[in-house]
């Protein structure tokens, strides 16, 4: 029993540690919040970062989390509703 903790403590040393992910604003995100309640229209003019996703409402997306992704949701007007990273 004495070599028990010693041992367990040895094991966890070993294990993989959990990725430390960047920050919540990763992808520059805020850098577009003005975009929240414009025309979908408007993202037409515009250059985005890659990598970058449109969702509109029903769509179906991965559930892969890069935070370097841009995502910009849409409502059912066609609006912008949220931009976020993910």
Do not use: H
């Not at 985005?48 to 007007?77: H, K, Q, W």
């Amino acid at each position: 029993m004495r070599f028990a903790l010693p041992a367990f403590i040895a094991l966890t040393a070993c294990m993989p540690q959990p990725v430390v992910e960047p920050g919540e604003d990763a992808c520059g995100a805020s850098g577009y919040a003005a975009l929240i309640g414009q025309s979908k229209d408007v993202l037409a003019a515009m250059t985005f970062p890659a990598p970058m996703r449109v969702i509109e409402p029903g769509s179906a997306i991965t559930m892969d989390y890069n935070p370097e992704r841009l995502n910009i949701d849409l409502d059912e007007s066609g609006n912008v509703a949220r931009v976020w990273c993910g």
